[in-house]
């Protein structure tokens, strides 16, 4: 039931709908088609990671999205620098403020969702500038050639400096590119089959995978030897054992292999663990039986999966993390914000040494992404040797690390694990309806949605709890464990899950192919 007084974001939808869009298909669109424009949109996205900015001085990056850049789906220096991050950013905040009544829409009335997306459509753009001018403006560095180029020609003008307009051409581009990337994503969900946003994650991940698997370059580039190996797990273990004897091999050989980064051989090990559980576990399901009420015989399965709210919760979570991560090396470094009164330059809320974005101590310490067994297990096996990884945090800074960034993950997922399954009708009440309106009904109870609300009531908001738990849990476990690549655990989890589930998918598209009378029950057209 839609709410009384209508919320203030409808006098937002005029603007929001001028905004460049795609327009839904107008009837059934057939499976090959589908296909072709996710392959056209895939092909589309590497093209976007390996274009790279015009004007931008590439040997003077600082990369803050450095550690989430797999979950992100981007491209460092590229049109993809900023990957979803704005999308995600902007529908974590939509869906904060919707489920805590903040923002008073009812997203079961079909005009309140119309809102609600049109109205996230628009927050997507506030993200695209909020995230690309302070990078800019401080991380991302224009040529000295644009900018005395620039200077040569509005210079005498005295308006405006030639650096000022890079940094306005860099900032273009990027708001170009990720309004792009927002746009392929709603190609996809609505004329291909899944999610775009989840398929670039995918792509980003495998990318990293093959690479840091096979990479046969040297690790800092020029010739290889016994301190500057392959890059690759798999070149750099038989480069390690055709060069080194059996005493260097005995005496630290085994262990780079196995343990040191890059891309140390438990990291393999761990990718192709992560990737068979999750697998598994995808599987694992209840079933509700179904029965039609008219076609006597007709019966089916509703399922309920133990992974109910999919892998969405995490992404939501990584990309909350990131936010933070990125929000802290602003407050510490940028020269603005670094004078904001408490929160500015403060060593509990993260501290970056010059150079670098990876938080060495603070809060955002506490809550980055372990990189693997180097960057926690060593530092409390052996504080004396390892230390370094851990930047000098005693055995006990680093046990609490574990236990904050394992807690956070799993209770952040949970969160939002309920919010999403509420706001995108995958709720009991939601499922019951559409059950009821497919003309099914579970055998022994009568044709009711109230009945229908009742019975699923006993499992879904159990299972949606149990769900955004064990996949905060595997992704933190994943991460703890490390993988190949830098694609991180969560990446690796995600990347499983999405594959999984785009296979269903398309069974599901071919089976509507085949059958269309199924098409109203699955929701197509």
């Given at each position: 039931?839609?709410?009384?007084?209508?919320?203030?974001?409808?006098?937002?939808?005029?603007?929001?709908?001028?905004?460049?869009?795609i327009?839904?298909?107008?009837?059934?669109?057939?499976f090959?088609?589908?296909?072709?424009?996710?392959?056209?949109?895939?092909?589309?996205?590497?093209?976007m990671?390996?274009?790279?900015?015009?004007?931008?001085?590439?040997?003077n990056?600082?990369d803050?999205?450095?550690?989430?850049?797999?979950?992100?789906?981007?491209?460092?220096?590229?049109?993809?620098?900023?990957?979803?991050?704005?999308?995600?950013?902007?529908?974590?905040?939509?869906?904060?403020f919707?489920?805590?009544?903040i923002?008073?829409?009812?997203?079961?009335?079909?005009?309140?969702?119309?809102?609600?997306?049109?109205?996230?459509?628009?927050?997507?753009?506030?993200?695209?500038?909020i995230?690309?001018?302070?990078?800019?403006?401080?991380?991302l560095t224009?040529s000295?050639?644009?900018?005395?180029g620039?200077?040569?020609?509005?210079?005498?003008?005295?308006?405006?400096?030639?650096?000022?307009?890079?940094?306005?051409?860099?900032?273009?581009?990027?708001?170009?590119?990720?309004?792009?990337?927002?746009?392929?994503?709603?190609?996809?969900?609505?004329?291909?089959i899944?999610?775009?946003?989840?398929?670039?994650?995918?792509a980003?991940?495998?990318?990293?995978i093959?690479?840091?698997?096979?990479?046969?370059?040297?690790?800092?580039g020029?010739?290889?030897?016994?301190?500057?190996?392959?890059?690759?797990?798999?070149?750099?273990?038989?480069?390690?054992?055709?060069?080194m004897?059996s005493?260097?091999?005995?005496s630290?050989?085994?262990?780079s292999?196995l343990?040191?980064?890059?891309?140390?051989?438990?990291?393999?090990?761990?990718?192709?663990?992560?990737f068979?559980?999750?697998?598994?576990?995808?599987?694992?399901r209840?079933?509700?039986?179904l029965?039609?009420?008219?076609?006597?015989?007709?019966?089916?399965?509703?399922?309920?999966?133990?992974?109910?709210?999919?892998?969405?919760?995490?992404?939501?979570?990584?990309?909350?993390?990131?936010?933070?991560?990125?929000?802290s090396?602003?407050?510490?470094?940028?020269?603005?914000?670094?004078?904001?009164?408490?929160?500015?330059?403060n060593d509990w809320?993260?501290m970056?040494?010059?150079?670098t974005?990876?938080?060495?101590?603070?809060?955002?310490?506490?809550?980055?992404?372990p990189?693997?067994?180097?960057?926690?297990?060593?530092?409390?096996?052996d504080?004396?040797?390892?230390?370094?990884?851990?930047?000098?945090?005693?055995?006990?800074?680093v046990?609490?690390?574990?236990?904050?960034?394992?807690?956070?993950?799993?209770?952040?997922?949970?969160?939002f694990?309920?919010?999403?399954?509420?706001?995108?009708?995958?709720?009991?009440?939601?499922?019951?309806?559409?059950?009821?309106?497919?003309?099914?009904q579970?055998?022994g109870?009568r044709?009711?949605?109230?009945?229908?609300?009742?019975?699923?009531e006993?499992?879904?908001?159990v299972?949606?709890?149990?769900?955004?738990?064990?996949?905060g849990?595997?992704?933190?476990?994943a991460?703890?464990?490390?993988?190949?690549?830098?694609?991180?655990?969560?990446?690796?989890?995600?990347?499983?899950?999405i594959?999984?589930h785009?296979?269903?998918a398309m069974?599901?598209?071919?089976?509507?192919?085949?059958?269309?009378?199924?098409?109203g029950f699955?929701?197509?057209?």
């Amino acid at each position: 039931m839609a709410y009384e007084q209508k919320s203030i974001l409808y006098k937002l939808k005029p603007i929001s709908d001028r905004l460049p869009a795609i327009k839904r298909p107008e009837g059934h669109v057939h499976f090959r088609t589908k296909i072709m424009w996710v392959i056209l949109m895939l092909v589309l996205y590497f093209i976007m990671t390996n274009i790279y900015l015009y004007g931008l001085d590439q040997s003077n990056i600082l990369d803050i999205f450095g550690p989430y850049r797999t979950i992100l789906a981007g491209s460092q220096g590229s049109l993809m620098h900023l990957g979803i991050g704005p999308i995600v950013t902007a529908s974590i905040i939509m869906q904060l403020f919707v489920g805590a009544k903040i923002i008073k829409l009812d997203l079961t009335d079909d005009q309140d969702k119309s809102v609600y997306q049109s109205t996230q459509k628009l927050l997507v753009i506030v993200m695209i500038i909020i995230e690309s001018v302070p990078q800019v403006f401080g991380y991302l560095t224009p040529s000295p050639s644009l900018v005395s180029g620039l200077d040569g020609v509005v210079g005498s003008t005295g308006l405006i400096s030639g650096g000022t307009l890079a940094a306005f051409i860099i900032v273009l581009q990027l708001c170009i590119g990720s309004y792009l990337v927002f746009l392929m994503d709603e190609v996809i969900s609505k004329w291909g089959i899944g999610s775009g946003i989840s398929l670039f994650i995918a792509a980003g991940v495998a990318e990293a995978i093959f690479t840091g698997t096979l990479n046969w370059n040297s690790v800092n580039g020029g010739d290889l030897s016994l301190s500057n190996p392959p890059a690759g797990t798999i070149p750099k273990t038989f480069y390690y054992i055709f060069n080194m004897s059996s005493a260097q091999m005995a005496s630290g050989g085994y262990e780079s292999i196995l343990l040191q980064p890059p891309n140390p051989m438990i990291a393999l090990i761990g990718t192709i663990i992560i990737f068979l559980f999750v697998a598994y576990i995808e599987s694992s399901r209840i079933e509700l039986p179904l029965a039609h009420g008219a076609a006597r015989g007709a019966r089916g399965r509703y399922p309920i999966k133990l992974l109910y709210a999919s892998n969405i919760p995490v992404i939501l979570m990584s990309a909350l993390l990131a936010n933070f991560s990125i929000v802290s090396l602003l407050l510490y470094t940028n020269p603005t914000l670094e004078g904001i009164p408490l929160i500015g330059h403060n060593d509990w809320i993260g501290m970056y040494p010059d150079g670098t974005t990876t938080a060495e101590g603070g809060l955002a310490w506490y809550l980055s992404t372990p990189n693997g067994l180097s960057g926690w297990l060593l530092p409390i096996l052996d504080p004396a040797q390892y230390g370094s990884y851990a930047y000098g945090h005693t055995p006990l800074q680093v046990i609490a690390k574990v236990i904050i960034f394992f807690g956070a993950m799993v209770f952040g997922s949970i969160l939002f694990a309920k919010f999403w399954i509420m706001t995108t009708n995958m709720g009991p009440e939601s499922v019951a309806r559409q059950i009821e309106s497919s003309g099914m009904q579970i055998p022994g109870f009568r044709r009711d949605p109230r009945v229908l609300k009742r019975v699923l009531e006993r499992y879904i908001p159990v299972v949606t709890v149990l769900s955004g738990a064990i996949v905060g849990a595997l992704a933190a476990g994943a991460d703890l464990i490390g993988t190949v690549g830098n694609a991180s655990g969560t990446g690796v989890l995600l990347a499983v899950g999405i594959l999984i589930h785009f296979y269903e998918a398309m069974g599901r598209e071919q089976m509507m192919e085949m059958h269309p009378m199924l098409r109203g029950f699955f929701g197509g057209e």
